[in-house]
């Protein structure tokens, strides 16, 4: 899969790739991933790519010319149901966008091609979004200068979900997000440190035990942390009745 950023700050992503499962994956082949300078796709001589709003109002706006040429030259066109046809994404990242999700990004692995807008917070000619975009993605509620940091998260929560990139080892913890549960906690040696012990029950090596216990601590903790994730569960009377019991 191959994934191109436009960006008015290139250099932003300077080593951001080059470490653990991304950089992995970029070695074995399996991804590329490049940031490109959106100003590459200018003709005047300021290399200028916004300019101020129609209607009034503060903050510039990124043009659409630049944007509809860059992805014109990286995805040979620009239509987003041609595109998307193709098994090309053009993903606008913008706080208007839908929520990125793992099921969003399982989804965008299995595409060839994704090409990736950082919009400003100010915005980007909706022209944009209309004609071009075929998925327009906010990371979370909150507010960005601009959808680079919103990049790098997109490209890592993808990239691990292209067959090969994760050893067969982290491909469960996959699975459990999926299944909309949170993590259960995790330990390793010393088994006591600084008065603070590891849980007796996976020392002791019962597995069907610890995975009884492992089941109810991420239950607790996804009840206590994210109530929305909780209440869609399905879980048993005989579930939801051990999970108020004493231990
Ligand atoms: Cl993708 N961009 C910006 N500017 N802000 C955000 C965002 C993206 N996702 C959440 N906040």
Known sequence: MRFDILTIFPDFFGAVFDYGIVRRARSAGLVEVEAHDLRRWTHD???????RPFGGGDGMVL???????????????????????????????????????????????????AVIICGRYEGVDERVSGALV???????????????????????AVVRLIPGALG??????????????????????????????????????????IARWRRRRALEKTRRNRADLFEKLELSADELRELDAPE
């Open 45 to 51: 001589r300021h290399k200028i790519v916004d300019d």
């Open 63 to 113: 043009k659409p010319e630049p944007i509809f040429e860059a992805v014109e030259s990286l995805a040979g066109a620009s239509d987003a149901l041609a595109l998307r046809e193709a098994g090309r994404r053009v993903v606008l990242l913008s706080p208007q966008g839908r929520r990125l999700t793992q099921e969003l990004a399982a989804e965008l692995a299995t595409c060839e091609q």
């Open 134 to 156: 075929t998925d327009e993605v906010s990371i979370g509620d909150y507010v960005l200068s601009g959808g680079e940091p919103a990049a790098v998260v997109l490209v890592d």
């Open 168 to 209: 067969s080892e982290t491909s469960a913890v996959n699975e459990s997000f999926a299944a909309g549960l949170l993590d259960f906690p995790h330990y390793t040696r010393p088994p006591e440190f600084r008065g603070l012990r590891v849980p007796e029950i996976l020392l002791g090596g019962h597995h069907a035990e």
